[in-house]
């Protein structure tokens, strides 16, 4: 029942966070110059998306972004295994894009791990992506309600110190 798909969805997204949390830390080491050129490009190119309100552009825009990163890993198994993970949670991350300005967060978010792995901070990288990834399943558990109605809402959360399963209640 939708229980048993409320927890496959956590579980997966879960996996999800960490494979691109791994990818970011790998990308700051591993990225060439000219993928390094490329992301940024690819990157500033989302702006004008978000300027002009453009969702259905931006749902494209961010595959091609997490590709790049997933890419820029230089793991072949883990860009594989990602691609592969992301096929199975692609309707739900794709429901993110429905919540109100979430576009313009999403952007913001790429933002810190862009400048992250252009910097050469895998760490950073690691950590950026990592909340990125959370905000993704909370607003994705938000937009499709049936995650988001499992415990009343308690006060400001801080991202940095909880695991997906946790945000995707919250």
């Given at each position: 029942?939708?229980?048993?798909?409320?927890?496959?969805?956590?579980?997966?997204?879960?996996?999800?966070?960490?494979?691109?949390?791994?990818?970011?830390?790998?990308?700051?080491?591993?990225?060439?110059?000219?993928?390094?050129c490329?992301?940024?490009?690819?990157?500033?190119?989302?702006e004008?998306?978000?300027?002009a309100?453009?969702?259905?552009?931006?749902?494209?825009?961010?595959?091609?972004?997490?590709?790049?990163?997933y890419?820029?890993?230089?793991?072949?198994?883990?860009?594989?295994?990602?691609?592969?993970?992301?096929?199975?949670?692609?309707?739900?991350?794709?429901?993110?894009?429905?919540?109100?300005r979430?576009?313009?967060?999403?952007?913001?978010?790429?933002?810190?791990?862009?400048?992250?792995?252009?910097a050469?901070?895998g760490?950073?990288?690691?950590?950026?992506?990592?909340?990125?990834?959370?905000?993704?399943?909370?607003?994705?558990?938000?937009?499709?309600?049936?995650?988001?109605?499992?415990?009343?809402?308690?006060?400001?959360?801080?991202?940095?110190?909880?695991?997906?399963?946790?945000?995707?209640?919250?």
């Amino acid at each position: 029942g939708s229980e048993m798909c409320i927890r496959d969805s956590q579980n997966i997204f879960l996996v999800m966070a960490e494979l691109e949390t791994l990818a970011a830390r790998l990308c700051a080491t591993a990225m060439t110059d000219d993928e390094r050129c490329r992301l940024e490009a690819l990157h500033a190119s989302g702006e004008a998306l978000v300027a002009a309100a453009e969702v259905e552009r931006y749902r494209s825009h961010n595959d091609r972004f997490h590709d790049a990163i997933y890419g820029g890993s230089h793991n072949g198994f883990l860009e594989e295994t990602a691609r592969s993970v992301r096929r199975r949670v692609a309707p739900f991350r794709r429901l993110q894009f429905d919540a109100d300005r979430r576009i313009d967060r999403s952007q913001e978010e790429h933002g810190r791990v862009v400048a992250a792995i252009l910097a050469g901070d895998g760490g950073a990288a690691a950590e950026a992506m990592g909340i990125h990834m959370r905000i993704v399943g909370r607003t994705v558990g938000d937009v499709s309600g049936g995650l988001a109605d499992r415990k009343p809402r308690m006060g400001p959360v801080s991202y940095t110190h909880l695991t997906l399963p946790t945000i995707l209640l919250v």
